[in-house]
């Protein structure tokens, strides 16, 4: 079964600052994807980054990087030098090929950039 | 390149009554899903549909939600009767199939159900 952990319900992060987000995830698919989306009050799901499981770099996308540890199953998100419109939920999510192709999502992650 | 259409915003029911959403997906996406996003949740899937079939609604409740894409584009989502735990907001997707592990899911601004 696949699965998708994000531990931080909450977080802070100075306007400027950097900030990561974690997410790990559980599989015994070789081949899959991991994905970032931003979700503001607006409500819609916004897709930031994308990280392949045989990709051997980390995706970087503008302020956007995925720190892709395959070994410790983790892809945690970085944002570079936080704005205040990047306050919103984040989350992470799995698709792996063997499954028919389906999403599956964590938790999410509610980040707030103080000014 | 016009996005996933999703309508109505928001919806107000009473417990028992019954109500449809629509999506749209973009133009030459072969796949569409369909989430339920309770507050404080990530989404979880309904249903997944590839053209006009069907491949995966393990956890559509089928007692009370039925989905349709009758001609391989548009889709309805029904609930019915309504239950208070079906507030959420129902999110519609559209992706390529082409692409292998990376396909991006586009979605919709979803609609907001409140059941009262």
């Known amino acids: 079964a696949q699965k998708i952990t994000q531990t931080q319900p909450g977080m802070f992060v100075q306007e400027k600052e950097a900030v990561t987000l974690d997410c790990t995830y559980d599989?015994?698919?070789?081949?899959?994807?991991l994905f970032w989306y931003k979700q503001p009050s607006s409500g819609e799901m916004i897709f930031l980054i994308y990280q392949g499981s045989y990709d051997e770099q980390n995706a970087t996308e503008g302020r956007y990087s995925l720190n892709f540890q395959k070994a410790r199953k983790s892809a945690n998100l970085v944002i570079s030098a936080s704005q205040l419109g990047d306050s919103a939920m984040y989350f992470c999510?799995?698709?792996?090929?063997?499954?028919?192709?389906?999403?599956?999502f964590g938790t999410g992650t509610s980040l707030t950039v103080i000014p | 390149e016009a996005g996933v259409a999703q309508s109505p915003r928001y919806k107000i029911i009473e417990k028992r009554q019954s109500v449809a959403f629509w999506c749209n997906p973009i133009?030459?996406?072969?796949?569409l899903y369909w989430y339920q996003q309770i507050l404080g949740q990530g989404p979880k899937l309904l249903i997944q549909?590839?053209?006009?079939?069907?491949?995966?609604d393990s956890q559509l409740p089928k007692d009370r939600f039925s989905a349709e894409r009758l001609k391989g584009v548009d889709s309805t989502l029904k609930i019915q009767p309504a239950k208070l735990e079906d507030s959420a907001v129902y999110l519609c997707a559209s992706g390529s199939i082409a692409g292998g592990a990376y396909n991006e899911q586009f979605f919709g601004p979803g609609t907001r159900l409140t059941v009262l």
């Open positions: 549909f590839q053209n006009n079939g069907v491949v995966d």
């Open positions: 999510a799995m698709r792996a090929t063997n499954t028919g192709n389906q999403f599956y």
């Open positions: 599989t015994s698919d070789q081949s899959y994807g």
């Open positions: 133009s030459g996406h072969a796949t």
